[in-house]
């Protein structure tokens, strides 16, 4: 445990230089939503941004309205990790799930260090851990230890029920970062609800051989979730394609969706360091959040 919270102080010191070395006045947080709740209505006035105009007053017929925000005193961030058997793909220990289990577990401390509430989500196709958020060194310890020592229960992939069980348990607009696979069906819905509610973030993890498989004949394939073999002509060039494609596929419908949902997204392969990939994240975050702020 000590070396594993020796390289997430390396990663977290890493990514903070590089993320305050190039912010300016009060926007450093890489935590940094939207920060603001509605607070009430008031008369419109010349230089008001329209999209702040509330409809449902104005159409009352008393004159045009525009919302009014306070800033949130507390930021939560929360965690959905998907830790379903599909993640075990990639070399021992720098597999997709052990990936995930570092990101979460950097960003949580991180976060706690901006004094946000914490919370963290562990999911196959049910809870596997759930850890109600909170502030303070004594709980990140506590999300370190219960994300490196998780063993889970079943080995199967649910999307949709852990993101309708983090929009159950989140009541107030939150950070979430959801970092998974995404090798699941039918969960879009959901995810668009998600979207809309949260400031919302996808890390979706991949291993290289999932969208270029190795050549190797016909050999047995064991899926991890069915606990099935299955015998398959890897050297076939029309099963090469199906699995190219279907990554492809799965992975545009994806990106697509986080562009028109306004979701910010990021790709992370096991072979590559992921530091650099979240620093120009939150670089584009913070940059986003001020020009908004403006």
């Given at each position: 445990m000590k070396e594993i919270l020796k390289k997430l102080r390396k990663y977290e010191i890493r990514v903070r230089k590089a993320i305050n070395s190039q912010m300016q006045g009060d926007f450093q947080s890489i935590f940094k939503g939207s920060?603001?709740?509605?607070?009430?209505?008031?008369?419109?006035?010349?230089?008001?941004?329209?999209?702040?105009?509330?409809?449902?007053?104005?159409?009352?017929?008393?004159?045009?309205?525009?919302?009014?925000?306070?800033?949130?005193?507390?930021?939560?961030v929360f965690f959905v990790l998907d830790v379903s058997a599909s993640q075990e793909i990639g070399k021992a220990g720098n597999q997709k799930i052990d990936i995930g289990k570092e990101i979460t577990a950097l960003l949580s401390l991180s976060a706690l260090k901006?004094?946000?509430?914490?919370?963290?989500?562990?999911?196959?196709?049910?809870?596997?851990?759930?850890?109600?958020?909170?502030?303070?060194?004594?709980?990140?310890?506590?999300?370190?230890?219960?994300?490196?020592?998780?063993?889970t229960q079943s080995r199967k992939t649910n999307l949709s029920a852990a993101i309708r069980y983090t929009l159950d348990i989140l009541k107030r607009k939150s950070v979430i970062f959801l970092i998974s696979d995404f090798v699941d069906e039918n969960y879009i819905h959901q995810l668009k609800g998600m979207a809309r509610k949260h400031d919302l973030i996808v890390i979706q993890l991949f291993d290289q051989r999932e969208s270029a498989f190795p050549s190797l004949g016909i050999v047995p394939l064991y899926d991890k979730e069915s606990g099935k073999n299955i015998w398959v002509n890897t050297s076939s060039s029309h099963f090469r394609k199906i699995i190219s494609k279907t990554y492809i596929k799965n992975t545009e419908e994806l990106v697509d969706f986080c562009h028109r949902n306004d979701t910010s997204y990021l790709a992370v392969d096991t072979h590559d360091d992921y530091v650099p990939k979240l620093i120009k994240l939150f670089k584009y975050r913070n940059k986003t959040s001020a020009q908004r702020a403006w």
């Open positions: 920060g603001l709740e509605f607070d009430d209505v008031r008369t419109y006035q010349y230089g008001d941004d329209i999209r702040t105009i509330d409809w449902n007053v104005t159409a009352k017929g008393h004159g045009t309205y525009v919302k009014t925000f306070k800033e949130e005193k507390e930021q939560t901006e004094n946000s509430q914490v919370g963290v989500l562990c999911y196959s196709d049910q809870k596997e851990k759930y850890i109600k958020p909170a502030k303070g060194a004594r709980h990140s310890y506590e999300i370190v230890n219960a994300l490196f020592t998780l063993k």
